[in-house]
T-cell receptor
Framework: EAGVAQSPRYKIIEKRQSVAFWCNPI?????LYWYQQILGQGPKLLIQ????????DSQLPKDRFSAERLKGVDSTLKIQPAKLEDSAVYLC?????????????FGEGSRLTVL | QKEVEQNSGPLSVPEGAIASLNCTYS??????FFWYRQYSGKSPELIMS????GDKEDGRFTAQLNKASQYVSLLIRDSQPSDSATYLC??????????FGAGTQVVVTP
């Protein structure tokens, strides 16, 4: 079974530029998450989708971050304009549903460096 | 702000010894708790889940939960160099929304 796919793996941009990350979850997984992990910290949830609807985006900085999950499968996370503090690994994860199992399957992550 | 607190470490453990990791959480309504392992440069992977007070054992890992004290722990018995990683405590706030701690780095020394 294929895992969660993410691209690009690495991205370096200047501040105020824009960037987009793509995620393809495990087939059949209804729930998709985007987490931000800053070096030395635990992952922080940015947005959670159930199928193509948003369940939680309370910690998404909406003035610069946006995310969509068209057709309830792939998802894209965009940052525009980027700030220095956005340097982090952006982890996409998926799970079968909004269940209590807590078993999230993570992709390899997209490492963003903002100069 | 709901929080999950862990000692950052590093926790240095001799090979073959027991590693003991602790985690406290602030949300009294949380019902499910998890330990994820994250190797350097890799993504987190689930190693243990626990839902009821008491102990849960899986191989060399034992998770302990005390909801009254809002405390979760992880014991790693017979620690091996391959256990060297950061261990993330996670609390399910609602509908699969996990709140992660900052993680405890474990270093197993030969």
């Amino acid at each position: 079974e294929a895992g969660v796919a993410q691209s690009p793996r690495y991205k370096i941009i200047e501040k105020r530029q824009s960037v987009a990350f793509w995620c393809n979850p495990i087939s059949g997984h209804a729930t998709l998450y985007w987490y931000q992990q800053i070096l030395g910290q635990g992952p922080k949830l940015l947005i959670q989708f159930q199928n193509n609807g948003v369940v939680d985006d309370s910690q998404l900085p909406k003035d610069r971050f946006s995310a969509e999950r068209l057709k309830g499968v792939d998802s894209t996370l965009k940052i525009q304009p980027a700030k220095l503090e956005d340097s982090a690994v952006y982890l996409c994860a998926s799970s079968l549903g909004g269940s209590e199992t807590g078993e999230l399957f993570f992709g390899e992550g997209s490492r963003l460096t903002v100069l | 702000q709901k929080e999950v607190e862990q000692n950052s470490g590093p926790l240095s453990v001799p090979e073959g010894a027991i590693a003991s990791l602790n985690c406290t959480y602030s949300d009294r309504g949380s019902q499910s708790f998890f330990w994820y392992r994250q190797y350097s440069g890799k993504s987190p992977e689930l190693i243990m889940s626990i839902y009821s007070n008491g102990d849960k054992e899986d191989g060399r890992f034992t998770a302990q939960l005390n909801k009254a004290s809002q405390y979760v722990s992880l014991l790693i018995r017979d620690s091996q160099p391959s256990d060297s990683a950061t261990y993330l405590c996670a609390v399910n706030l609602s509908w699969g929304k996990l709140q992660f701690g900052a993680g405890t780095q474990v270093v197993v020394t030969p």
